[in-house]
């Protein structure tokens, strides 16, 4: 098996990392917002390029739900540049859900899977969601608060669906789309703490350690698809 990540893939993270740089060194500064409505989207453009160069012999329906979910999850960043609205804020929430909700249906398999495998998995998403839900739940607004469920639900079917694919995919597909997640929940995990909890101290760190998450767990997790059938 070659490296779990060759000079050409490390090459793409690079070049994501300077783009996220310059998307944080423009929000911390004077410049207008609107700047980052085109700064932001560049990751994703270089997440799918990395994506459209590697396919080989990708089903049209598993294609169609990695481009979508990628998609999804840019359209629900750029909402959440103005998540202080409550349109911007719903409509990000519903973009990032249904984001998700693609790469389930990517992640899912009609093999057979021990239940009692993937309890302890379970068990560690669902204790961390409901300690961002316990921290966050005093500061949620009503009209928040449905989204905000749904949303960690959705969120742990994630976890759930990336998890079951242990022992069906290669090793390194399963470690690659199982550390993609993990970024996610750190995401989550910041992103609600930074907007409902007054205790949570939000900074320049915090912003370079979600956007990092964000556009690095895309990544990972693509990569980890295409490893499925492919060497990279």
Do not use: W
């Amino acid at each position: 098996m070659r490296k779990l990540l060759s000079y050409r893939i490390i090459g793409y993270i690079t070049l994501i990392i300077v783009v996220l740089l310059v998307n944080i060194a423009l929000k911390y500064s004077d410049s207008p917002i609107y700047y980052r409505y085109f700064i932001k989207p560049i990751a994703p453009a270089l997440i799918l390029h990395f994506f459209f160069k590697h396919i080989q012999n990708y089903k049209r329906e598993k294609f169609v739900l990695v481009v979508s979910g990628i998609l999804l999850f840019l359209f629900g960043d750029l909402f959440f540049l103005d998540r202080y609205s409550v349109f911007s804020f719903n409509m990000a929430v519903v973009m990032l859900i249904f984001a998700k909700i693609c790469f389930i249906i990517r992640f899912s398999h009609h093999e057979d899977f021990k239940f009692k495998r993937i309890i302890p998995f379970l068990i560690f998403c669902i204790v961390y969601m409901l300690f961002i839900f316990t921290s966050i739940i005093n500061n949620i607004k009503d009209i928040y608060f449905v989204q905000v469920l749904v949303y960690l639900f959705v969120t742990i079917l994630f976890g759930l669906f990336s998890y079951i694919r242990y022992r069906v995919v290669n090793k390194a597909s399963f470690i690659l789309v199982l550390i993609g997640f993990l970024l996610m929940l750190i995401v989550d995990g910041l992103t609600a703490l930074n907007m409902f909890s007054p205790e949570y101290q939000y900074g320049i760190f915090s912003s370079i350690i979600i956007a990092f998450a964000f556009n690095l767990s895309q990544f990972f997790i693509v990569l980890g698809l295409l490893k499925e059938n492919l060497e990279l």
